[in-house]
């Protein structure tokens, strides 16, 4: 029979058990190093891209006279400045593609797995920076790493 471990203490096995022991080769935890951003940031930026498209191209805009101060402060920025507003909701766009583009290199680069780089980019694509940011302050340790390495 074997004997029941209670303790909290690692005790080494018996040499018994030792020998039936087999080493499971474990993928090592860097190639799938992936962190979920929390769903208030989801939120903030759907909501603000939503917000966004429907200033820039809803025609209705007795929407927008019925939430008061705010309304009439969003009607005068698209009365006025209706091209710049157009050309910031694309340019929003582009720097959350360049920003999964960029998720995507740096998980080349640290040789992350297939599914894992894809989830990056995913969460990099429609959160941007406040997913791309854990990856970015992934990496820095992992090159410095590296440079102690070669220099040893």
């Not at 190639?31 to 939120?43: A, G, K, N, W």
């Not at 694509?125 to 790493?145: C, D, T, W």
């Amino acid at each position: 029979m074997s004997e029941y471990n209670t303790s909290r203490r690692k005790v080494p096995p018996k040499e018994e058990e030792q020998e039936k022991v087999e080493e499971k080769p474990e993928t090592p935890k860097d190639e799938t190093y992936f962190i979920r951003v929390s769903v208030f940031h989801y939120f903030c930026v759907i909501s603000g891209f939503l917000m966004f498209w429907f200033v820039c191209f809803m025609e209705d805009v007795s929407l927008f006279k019925k939430l008061g101060g705010p309304g009439h402060r969003i009607l005068y920025l698209r009365d006025n400045y209706l091209i710049q507003m157009r050309i910031s909701f694309y340019v929003a766009i582009l720097l959350h593609v360049f920003e999964a583009f960029y998720a995507h290199q740096l998980c080349k680069g640290m040789q992350l797995l297939n599914d894992v780089t894809m989830k990056w980019v995913i969460q990099t694509f429609i959160v941007g920076y406040s997913s791309l940011r854990h990856l970015i302050n992934y990496q820095a340790p992992k090159e410095e790493e590296t440079e102690t390495k070669k220099t040893d």
